[in-house]
């Protein structure tokens, strides 16, 4: 049975949030009908891409619907444009089929603060990109919002971090209603190499450490995600990247919090769990991440917590 999925269509919409998804269903070999709804038959997307032929908000979805909310450039004014206000009242009349789970709601990115101001996410656990955490919370004070997470799930309720999150989301959906073989089979033809759960944060330590500008430290954080299964010695990190270990250390401290050597762990830590979730055994995945057995993998993830 095909599974009809809505994408609601307003200005300034996020291009990847919409096609990211979509592309990703549309693989999923005829499992699922994508259709486009909104206040307008034709709008400006945020790369400023004109998208026609719209149809007009149906007064009810059929159950068993999923409802795709994209997000936009800039939630703090697109959501309250005439069209938001439009596509925020449809919403609210879709409440009793969506608390019912009539119909599941899927949102993407800043899209989840459209569903928060449509009074949908009350009690419900719920995330969004880490830049607008602040606003979901301001738009909904009884949402539940977890901080850091790829997506989360509360009673038929999704909702997803950022641009790319929508694609793991959707991957995801395909496995839970179309199977795991189906999945892989989708990831594998859009060459995504890892597909992450939604407990993964939103900042892994391949980003989290890169908010600075220091060009030696770019160097060596290069120079570690090329090998991080390589048994890099400070000195011979400090004399590729052409600083001095000991002005090395001082630099990583200062400006990242963290010393060379635990960011490298951290980076191996990453790609063991990888490989973990991807089925391997815990020596393979200790070996592959540049551990010398399965019992040092253990010790760096009780280090981290993860």
């Known amino acids: 049975m095909t599974i009809p999925v809505w994408f609601l269509m307003v200005p300034g919409i996020m291009s990847l949030d919409v096609t990211g998804p979509a592309e990703t269903l549309k693989l999923a070999?005829?499992?699922?009908?994508?259709?486009?709804?909104?206040?307008?038959?034709?709008?400006?997307?945020?790369?400023?891409?004109?998208?026609?032929?719209?149809?007009?908000?149906?007064?009810?979805?059929?159950?068993?619907?999923?409802?795709?909310?994209?997000g936009v450039h800039d939630s703090a004014t697109c959501f309250d444009m005439p069209q938001g206000v439009a596509a925020r009242n449809w919403l609210m009349r879709q409440q009793p089929d969506i608390h019912a789970r009539q119909i599941s709601l899927v949102c993407i990115c800043s899209g989840t603060i459209l569903a928060a101001k449509?009074?949908?996410?009350?009690?419900?656990?719920?995330?969004?990109?880490?830049?607008?955490?602040?606003?979901?919370?301001?738009?909904?004070?009884a949402a539940l919002v977890k901080e850091n997470r790829i997506f989360v799930e509360d009673r038929g309720i999704w909702t997803s971090a950022g641009i790319t999150a929508g694609i793991d989301l959707s991957l995801h959906l395909i496995n839970q209603l179309c199977g795991a073989q189906t999945a892989l089979s989708v990831a594998r033809?859009?060459?995504?190499?890892?597909?992450?759960?939604g407990d993964d944060p939103q900042l892994?330590?391949?980003?989290?450490?890169?908010?600075?500008?220091?060009?030696?430290?770019?160097?060596?954080?290069?120079?570690?995600?090329?090998?991080?299964e390589q048994n890099w010695q400070l000195e011979e990190i400090a004399e590729k990247v052409h600083v001095?270990?000991?002005?090395?250390?001082?630099?990583?401290?200062?400006?990242?919090?963290?010393?060379?050597?635990?960011?490298?762990?951290?980076?191996?830590?990453?790609?063991?769990?990888?490989?973990?979730?991807?089925?391997?055994?815990?020596?393979?995945?200790?070996?592959?991440?540049?551990?010398?057995?399965?019992?040092?993998?253990?010790?760096?993830?009780?280090?981290?917590?993860?």
């Open 29 to 70: 070999g005829g499992a699922f009908e994508l259709r486009y709804i909104g206040p307008e038959e034709s709008i400006m997307t945020s790369t400023d891409m004109t998208v026609s032929r719209i149809e007009p908000l149906p007064d009810r979805l059929p159950a068993g619907s999923l409802l795709v909310v994209p």
């Open 189 to 197: 033809e859009m060459l995504i190499y890892f597909r992450r759960s």
């Open 118 to 141: 449509a009074g949908l996410l009350n009690g419900v656990q719920c995330t969004s990109h880490h830049e607008v955490i602040s606003r979901l919370k301001k738009a909904a004070p």
């Open 204 to 228: 892994s330590p391949w980003l989290r450490y890169r908010n600075h500008m220091h060009p030696a430290i770019h160097r060596t954080q290069d120079l570690l995600l090329v090998h991080p």
């Open 244 to 306: 001095s270990p000991r002005h090395l250390t001082r630099l990583f401290r200062q400006h990242l919090g963290i010393s060379v050597r635990d960011y490298h762990q951290q980076l191996r830590v990453a790609i063991a769990q990888q490989r973990l979730q991807q089925g391997e055994g815990a020596e393979k995945a200790a070996l592959s991440a540049g551990f010398s057995s399965s019992r040092q993998l253990r010790r760096a993830l009780q280090r981290w917590q993860v």
